[in-house]
């Protein structure tokens, strides 16, 4: 099996399926068709499948002509019929792995995508998940999984590994095709081969790691280290507002030095489909083994309160200007969970915008990259534009995402009071009615 799958990818004979056509899996299975292997994407929305098969494009990191132009000449499809399945060589899962009610693991979109998987996987097929999960998840779940659906046993009928996507919005230089990868596979044979199919698709390298559970452990690391990093300078931040320092400024002055420092930066919380879930995942698996992931659950804990730290400072800045929260006319700048993107998964913003009406505030927003957001089953529009009249017709102006197609100097001008959670009003030379965060 190892040999017949390596001369296939070497003469580009496999046919590759992709499940979940979001944000990781439209991008890798563009790439896998760019290389020259005909794709499947599977998808359980049908919007998406129309989308894709009409060649039009919903994903910011994929360039519309490609898309369209693969569609066109046949070399990837669409569809909601798991059947095809079965004349796929190679399958990536990248489907979503957000948290439940209970900020516990939700991994039912994998487990409910690989039940649909194992009813016509096939001998001499590659599967690998991508969703970022728990380690222990493609040994402890994927597998049985597949093996009790298909009767076929792993590293004998086909492959398992788990290679954690890296996809970073909106990011100019690393997309899907020239980031790094990390593959962790049952068995060497599966991995030099699941590493063999990345590497003649991909211009990044690709790290083979010694099993699944390291991959999924890595994948969790990345995030959970900014997480934690980002919560020590949120903390510090909050003190340093109290000693009359400028946080933003200190951390300038430390990333002078050359080595032993990395610069992470504060903001009203933490957005986005990785850095605010995957910590939760490690948690969650850690009690199983009766270990407390104290750092890591102190670093959630004053990230995820930074949207009503946020709120709390922009009430003291109405006060200061004799107005209460109760009634004040709010305009929050942003709702993307960073800047120059349309993406406004788990976006601080969201939370931000919440706590506001909670405190009776008349709140709106505007995003030039997101013309509304859906949040608790009601969707919410922006306003269209901003102009000098319309800033002036609020009582504060609210940063929240440091978009760079917004002319802050224009709101400084006109706003009778600033709060800038992203430090954009840097180098605009008139402060007096700015507050940094």
């Not at 390596?6 to 890798?28: A, D, M, N």
């Not at 698996?285 to 270990?291: D, Q």
């Not at 100097?409 to 507050?435: G, L, W, Y």
Request: glycine share 6%; net charge negative.
């Amino acid at each position: 099996m190892k040999q017949e799958l390596l001369k296939k990818i070497e003469k580009k004979e496999l046919t590759v399926g992709v499940v979940g056509l979001g944000y990781v899996g439209l991008p890798l299975a563009v790439e896998k068709a760019k290389a020259g292997f005909k794709t499947i994407g599977f998808d359980v929305q049908d919007a998406k499948v129309e989308m894709v098969n009409a060649g039009h494009n919903y994903i910011g990191d994929v360039v519309d002509d490609d898309l369209k132009e693969l569609v066109e000449s046949g070399m990837f499809k669409a569809t909601t019929d798991f059947s095809f399945v079965k004349d796929v060589d190679f399958i990536a899962i990248c489907v979503p792995t957000p948290l439940d009610e209970h900020q516990q693991p939700d991994i039912s979109y994998v487990k409910s995508s690989t039940e649909a998987i194992a009813k016509y996987l096939k001998k001499g097929t590659m599967v690998v998940l991508e969703s970022t999960t728990y380690p222990g998840t493609t040994e402890e779940l994927i597998r049985p999984i597949l093996e009790e659906g298909s009767g076929l046993k792993c590293e004998e009928d086909f492959y398992l590994g788990f290679s954690p996507e890296r996809v970073d919005p909106g990011n100019l230089i690393y997309k899907t095709k020239n980031t790094p990868k990390v593959v962790g596979a049952i068995g060497k044979d599966a991995t030099e081969v699941i590493a063999s199919m990345y590497r003649s698709v991909l211009e990044g390298d690709v790290c083979e790691v010694s099993s699944p559970a390291i991959a999924e452990m890595e994948k969790i690391l990345e995030n959970t280290y900014r997480n934690i990093n980002i919560g020590l300078v949120n903390e510090l931040t909050m003190l340093c507002q109290k000693m009359g320092i400028s946080m933003w400024e200190v951390i300038d002055a430390a990333k002078t030095k050359p080595y032993g420092f990395q610069a992470f930066y504060p903001g009203p919380g933490l957005g986005g489909h990785c850095i605010p879930l995957d910590p939760y995942y490690l948690t969650w698996k850690a009690r199983e083994y009766g270990f407390h992931t104290s750092m890591i659950e102190s670093s959630m804990m004053i990230n995820d309160r930074m949207p009503e730290y946020c709120v709390e400072r922009a009430s003291k800045i109405l006060n200061r200007h004799s107005k209460a929260m109760n009634g004040a006319k709010v305009l929050v700048l942003g709702v993307a969970y960073k800047q120059d993107i349309d993406d406004y998964r788990e976006s601080p913003a969201l939370r931000v915008i919440e706590i506001l009406k909670r405190e009776k505030a008349d709140v709106e927003f505007y995003d030039p990259w997101v013309a509304e957001y859906k949040y608790n089953g009601t969707v919410k529009k922006g306003i269209e534009k901003i102009s000098p009249e319309i800033i002036k017709d609020y009582d504060l102006v609210m940063i929240t995402t440091a978009h760079s197609n917004v002319d802050y100097k224009m709101v400084q001008e006109n706003a009778t009071a600033v709060f800038d959670t992203k430090n954009v009003m840097k180098n605009v030379e008139n402060k007096e009615n700015v507050e940094i965060l």
